[in-house]
């Protein structure tokens, strides 16, 4: 039954073909088989699973049930849960337990959907590869020596190992599409605001948006529809109508302006993914679409102003982690000043503290104005940029990722390689936009993304055309064979 | 050289919001440690910052009070620095575009001259918790209960010349606030807390010395002699060639001096920036409207009012207004009664403030209600009562009775107004001091106050003073 993608599943669920708790089950015993190998779950409360997935089922019984009523999903453990440790993939959260649910997780089980457990993630959603989790890094299912992605690096291994019908991501530089790419499955980052941040630990509150990652562009719409919505808890959400995700799944798309960006098939670009891109964006044009070359000129500011901009958030963010109220306390502090300095050098790691360093280094009395507020002017022309794409294209294409996913290790020595990762998924979280990121083949048998980016609000669009990607290819149906 | 003093005071007033500036949790003062600290107090992972809508119309209100221009955009922004009372490692306030700019204000000095001070701006920020050093043996204790509580920073521009000026700017601000309902202005639980920034400069001079900045002046005998004692040491300083050091100073009361907390080198780098979780704060003109509808009548012009139309005194009316309570209880006094509202400011400010120092209670403790006082003045005003009596009528009302004439009936306290009664009175003391009367009669005068006392004591105090007065003198000339 897990090839079944989720809405496939949710249909079974409505017909009584099959039950949660059967459901259930089925992952948990693929959970036990499966994840050492992947490392992708952090924590599994499977009695609590159970029980939810029996309650769903007597839910089922009364017809209150709604379409994910008992199908199982994994939170990256960034989201905050009372009834199992919220680590963020620090070694300062290590057995955190938060004594309230982050809104996202409310809304899902709201929705009737069963948690399964908490996802592996790199530490603080800082990274691309999910080296950087205390807890170890996670394999990539297509291949276990290549990397996942990052940062919702486990959350994508879960999905795409079939490990659970879909798990929620967070995305501040595209740590939802990427790893997504990289592990062949879909992703969406929603519009910012979109989703309440409520309960999701903060790395750059300006650009962190919470988004699901499941198999197909339909389980996504599902999943978006319960996770949206205005939330007065957090002030940057939007109060903007939430739209039914799942109406426009299979408009036409005859006439569909998609621009492709020239700056992204650039130097730097796999041939493999250019190639597979490129196909993916015949078949759009096969559907009806109208392929357009735009410029989105400063797509090269993107990077350096993301990695100001982004840092000098965390750097304050990251302050409140002081060994005092919770998490990690060094033992026998002597002062306070020793508290500090042994609590945060041992709680954070490498990658943690040199964002941190950056972070407070550009917001610094004297170097304010030269890094963090011109990194600020550049995020408005890259905005821009998109401003006027979008006068002349309804949706933009390209690839997610440079690259596949990269074997582990490759660039763990050279973070500025490693930061070249996100050259094509900056951009949308600097403006704000949705952008969603499907498979669409393989390149030496390891998964391609293309990415699709909407102006705010229209994740509809997104969803529209990835589905209809989706019912002419199969791309999403792969499963890695040590996991079928 | 003569030296000129130079003084700017930043104020803290803590808004008197029910709940935090940024979460639910209550303000009370006093809880138990950290049973009135939320999630979001503590800056637990994954919290976020909501502004309350009751500290932006306070902020309002100030500007509204203080002629003020009222930023339509501002923005909250996020002062970065370690301390264990700051849970966030942060403290949301405003830098660039604070809530309040620019205002002016007129203050009246003790030797009735008015002066008017600029303000620089006012900005909402929020309070730290306390760290607590002496319960726990070798330890410090944190109390979040504060963290959180919303602060308007008031400050002023460098306008003051003397201690004497700058406590009758922070007496006036201190009013200010509770006038307008935004403040309780407790000192001792430190809702009103005055920082000075303080400098000297040869006389004639136009620019500024290097100034301190004196914290912890929570009273106004404080922040007087702080600021005399800080202007002393920097003119011997600078009179003894040397140079004042720009730093943060803390006055310690009990030794009455102050000394250096932090020099500017040592200050800080709090790495301001707009605090992304807070979209910036947008006040639109209906807000304002509809803050502008609910304003009091603010001092100034309560007191011009009483001067001009109640024909008070200019001392009375600035005391009655010092305090909004008391302007509204001495309205109420005479609200709807037929005497002069002067009358009623006598009593106020004569046996009723007489009585509420020396019992050292508060107005809005006091047993005599604003209604019990206006039917006594009447009585008085109408004769039944001589100022006197009154004053008898008063102390019974003082001690929980709560109907005037019950009180002058059962204690048969009226006035005697027949003449008849009095003359028999006056008659019959004459007839008891010949020799007195004679005297009188040879013109030694003084001697009417002998009889006046005599039959004042003979009616047992209830004679018509005026009455009687001239029924007197009438009849010791015949």
Redesign the interface.
Known sequence: MHDKTLAEQAALLASGDLSSSDLVEHYLQRIEQHNEALNAYLAIDADAARQAASAADEQRKTGNAGPLTGVPIAHKDI??TSSMP?T?GSRM?QN?V???E?AVVQNMRTAGMVTLGKANMDEFAMGSSNENSFYGPVANPWQTDRVPGGSSGGSAAIVAARLASAATGTDTGGSIRQPAAFCGITGIKPTYGRVS??????F???LDQGGPMAQTAEDCALLLQAMAGHD?????CSPAAVPDFSAELNADLKGLRIGVPQEYFAEGLDDGVAARVNEALAVLEGEGAILKPISLPNQGLCIPAYYIIAP??A??N?????G???GHRCENPQD?DDL?TRSRGEGFGPEVKRRILIG?YA???GY?DAY?KKAQQVRQLVSDDFSNAFAEVDVIAGPTTPTTAFARGAKSDDPVAMYLNDLFTVSANLSGLPALSAPCGFAEGLPVGLQLCAPANQESRLLNVAHRYQSVTDWHRQIPANFA | MTWETVIGLEIHAQLATRSKIFSAASTDFGAAPNTQAS?VD??????????NREVVRMAVRFALATDASITRRSVFA?K?Y?Y?DL????QISQMAFPIVGEGHINITLPDGQQKGIGLTRAHLEEDAGKSVHDLFEGM?G?DLNRAGTPLLEIVSEPDMRSATEAVAYARYMHSLVRYIDICDGNMQEGSFRCDANVSVRPAGSDTLGTRTEIKNLNSFRFLERAIDFEVERQIDILEDGGKVIQETRLYDADRDETRSMRSKEEAN?Y???PD????PLVIDEAFIDAVRETMPELPVARRTRFIDELDIPAADAQALCADRQIADYFEAVFEGRKFAPKLAANWVLGELFARLNKEDVDLADAPVSATLLGDLIARVDDGTLSGKLGKQVFDALWGGEQDVDAVIEARGLKQITDTGAIEAMIDEVIAANPSQLAEYRAGKEKLLSFFVGAVMKASKGKANPAQLNQMLRDKLKA
């Open positions: 989201f905050c919220t963020c959260l955190f938060s004594p309230y982050a941040r409520y309960g999701m630990i903060a750059a509150s300006s007065l808890r957090d002030s940057t000098a958030e750097s304050s990251l302050s409140r982690f002081d005092v109220r919770f306070i500090y407070a917001l610094s009395a304010y963090y | 999630a503590l800056g637990l992972p994954g919290v976020l910052p909501v502004v996020r970065n370690f264990p849970p966030k490692g942060y410090t944190i780098d790495r301001y920036f992304p979780d807070l979209p």
